[in-house]
Nanobody, 116 residues
Framework: EVQLQASGGGLVQRGGFLRLSCVAS????????IGWFRQVPGKEREGVSW????????DYAETVKGRFTISSDNAKKTVFLQMNDLEPEDTAVYYC?????????WGKGTQVTVSS
């Protein structure tokens, strides 16, 4: 069974930081692109960051560029999202997903709340 578990969320003040982790199991981790998404109730899901299966290409939404950093530890089948200079607008449930061609797996999210 494929499992993706996001963790590391919490409550922080504006300007604070968090490090999210996405641990994968049940798949060949090195074959998959990994993405981070976030969603607020009543709003559409937003892509936040992405890292290629080769782990040599990365991308970020304009809203987080310069503040968030995606990285990976393939030996631990884990992708991280370092979030700095957090803003109230970053408040959302954060999800990670694994993508390989047309295959797409999602895990349960972790709540990030940024107070003003």
């Amino acid at each position: 069974e494929v499992q993706l578990q996001a963790s590391g969320g919490g409550l922080v003040q504006r300007g604070g930081f968090l490090r999210l982790s996405c641990v994968a199991s049940g798949l060949m981790f090195d074959d998959y692109d990994i993405g981070w998404f976030r969603q607020v109730p009543g709003k559409e899901r937003e892509g936040v960051s992405w890292i290629s299966s080769s782990r040599d290409r990365k991308d970020y939404a304009e809203t987080v560029k310069g503040r968030f950093t995606i990285s990976s530890d393939n030996a631990k089948k884990t992708v991280f999202l370092q979030m700095n200079d957090l803003e109230p607008e970053d408040t959302a449930v954060y999800y990670c997903n694994a993508i390989r061609y047309g295959m797409d797996y999602w895990g349960k999210g972790t709540q990030v709340t940024v107070s003003s």
